[in-house]
């Protein structure tokens, strides 16, 4: 056994959270995707055959009722909400993630605007905030929201590398979108203190947290963060296209003017009233009737959080990938590859990218040999670590696979 | 056995879709709220369990393309494209009917703005048209949904009936957003003239078929409708909360601009561009990542139309709510209930709505006695006629217990 190998099952033997991949349906493969989708949780099958057989089945249109159908996007929000570091009642589940992108970020600039002028959602609303930055190196889908966003609300919109954000922000600024962790390079954003500057600046900040909620600790309402929104099918483990869910910080909900108010939203949804009144609280981001089938398969996902804190999750992360870049550098002959993963801690999300060339290649004989991580363009091999099934013997499997790969 | 007992096996007797029953799983219960949530049919237990089990649970990641969950959405909309009259490529699933209400209205009002001036959103954009008509007792959702793309378009939004509305029609009319059946009266409303007059004004038509797709034909193509939208979860009996759908007429995919221009419509999601560029056709109003487990559930259950004609549904279904009436009729006192819906068959859907004090009540009392519609504030029995599943004995019983419960 090569010295990594051995080190390896050490941190195998003495890993508090190895005992969670029992949680999970599992196979041989080192499964390096679940930042794309998260492996299948145990819980889920036997889960879901209820809710087809039985609740919809059987119990019908009952379900709404009794079995909590209606008022499943704020209790799976709650069950969310200290994984991210909310208290009750400000995240509700539903809809995809650009669909919260476009509502948190108009809402943003409303709330941006709100003492202003003409009440129209225009940037020339009095408040004389019309703009609204973006991270330039988002996830694509982000960017193009919040361009639609921009246009509907009268804003224009700055892409900006997160680090000049403090630099960009002017009196200007009605709102802010970042992601916590970038998507391809893995590199960790600076939640607390961006936040911070967006609020100096009197602006309104808008998370994703796509690629950092489940895998380390978030913090939205100690840092203060103004709206949040992420997906549940990575560390969440909700399933393919799972839905996702927006955070509305309890002392702004009064203030949330969705720009999709459907009746779920309304304080009186079986009213049937031809008037709109916005619900109180985190339910006001609701929208339409929740696809059941796809939002209870995430309830039933989310027990594997059980009596796992976050800590242990972040620190156990940080291990994984620091192995990761041990094995590589003692694996792969130096030159052929390069890290695009920050070193420091502080700016380490929960992947590896390494770039190399034919990257795409790479990728596919990787997965042939058991190896499965993902590739994105134009060159980046992209390995994501789940600290709730991924060991340490895995990763050290997966670097020499890598290294064989290449050679 | 009573006279109208006898007519009802002679009627069943005859039915030649009886034996569709069979694909559905139902019980003893009567049950006519498949207008609010579709019964469950035989394939969909299965098809959930392969989907949970091997697609995400064994292959994970790889079911994107192999499993076909990637084409998904236009595949399942071209299953639902016969049943509304539409030839292949121009529906997509996904997203809730209020969103897709409003991708449908905001683009309405691009389209009708097209030609003109300033190329933004306002209803000043040199086109004249800024104003949007909405049907005054739409469904809510509709309504609120109406309220936020006209104040985001910068366009006024005027209530009418839709008898009303070829009156209303001015060239100041960018869209109109109609409802085919009410929700509440089960009155059809007269599409391809109430289409042409919209069009004969210059405007853009869009309708709302939850209460008519997989009831009644509805010749999307034929009539030249531009846009619409509908549910999923009634009459095609997709389950709980399942995905909706949005049909954009070929000739103006084109022009179809959507104002939620998620990853999922770009021409190369894949590519993770900076720059968004609309991808052609159908796909263009997909938004973000579909919830693959409740848009596969849909994909099963829509197995029940293999072989089923749209005119005989529509013929069964007028012979079940004329069956209805006349047992009603005959069992129900007069004056103790009045009727809502249109005697006229071409102003009938497949609902029957019946005005009664205490009606909330009267439901509760008729769902213990085993037959299922519902309560519409605020004095509506609702009860809708699914023709693959309900039968003409159903039918009599339920007048029978209605009767009972009312004496």
């Known amino acids: 056994m090569s010295e990594l190998a051995a080190k390896a099952k050490e941190l195998d033997a003495s890993d508090r959270l190895a005992g969670l991949r029992a949680r999970f349906v599992l196979d041989d493969a080192v499964y390096l995707d679940g930042n794309s989708l998260g492996a299948l949780p145990t819980a889920v099958p036997g889960r879901m055959e209820d809710v087809v ?6 119990l019908r249109i009952r379900s709404w009722d009794e079995s909590g159908w209606w008022t499943a996007p704020e209790r799976i929000g709650d069950l969310i909400a200290p994984l991210v570091g909310a208290a009750p009642g400000q995240i509700v589940v539903g809809d995809s993630t650009s669909v919260n992108v476009f509502k948190a970020l108009v809402a943003a600039v409303r709330m941006a605007g709100d003492g202003g002028g003409n009440g129209g959602d225009r940037g020339d609303d009095g408040s004389g905030r019309d703009e609204i930055l973006v991270d330039a190196t988002t996830f694509p889908t982000d960017g193009y929201i919040a361009a639609s966003a921009a246009r509907m609300t009268g804003c224009t919109l700055r892409p900006v590398a997160p680090a000049d954000v403090p630099g ?20 960790l954003h600076d939640l607390p203190g961006l936040t911070a500057a ?9 998370w994703d947290l796509c690629h950092s909620a489940g895998a380390l600790p978030v913090g939205l309402d100690e840092h203060g ?17 799972s839905p996702a869910y927006l955070y509305v910080r309890r002392e702004l909900q009064d203030r949330f003017d969705s720009p999709l108010p459907g009746w779920n939203s309304h304080a009186e949804p079986f009213g049937m009233r031809a008037e709109y009144q916005a619900a109180e609280g985190a339910v006001r981001g609701r929208v339409g009737t929740p696809d059941i089938l796809s939002m209870l398969a995430l ?10 804190p976050v800590d242990a999750v972040r620190a156990k992360s940080l291990a994984l990938t620091d192995f990761f870049l041990e ?12 890290s695009l993963t920050p070193e420091a801690h502080a700016e380490r999300g929960s992947q590896v990218a390494l770039r190399c060339p034919g990257a795409g290649d790479v990728m596919k004989r990787l997965i042939d040999s058991g190896v499965v991580g993902d590739f994105r363009p134009p060159d ?11 060991g340490f013997a895995d990763v050290e499997r997966a670097a020499r696979v890598l290294a064989r790969t290449l050679s």
Do not use: I, M
């Open 53 to 58: 057989r039985r609740q919809w089945g059987s």
């Open 168 to 187: 960009a922000l002017t009196g200007r600024t009605a709102a802010v979108l970042l992601n916590h962790v970038d998507y391809r390079t893995g590199r």
């Open 198 to 206: 967006v609020h100096a600046a009197g602006a309104v900040a808008v």
């Open 225 to 241: 963060v103004d709206l949040a929104v992420g997906c549940t099918y990575k560390y969440l483990n909700g399933g393919p296209g």
């Open 299 to 308: 309830e039933a996902a989310l027990e594997v959080w059980d009596d796992v």
């Open 327 to 338: 094995c590589v550098a003692a694996y792969v002959p130096a030159g052929t590859v390069e």
């Open 380 to 390: 980046v091999l992209r390995f994501g670590f789940t600290p709730l099934y991924v």
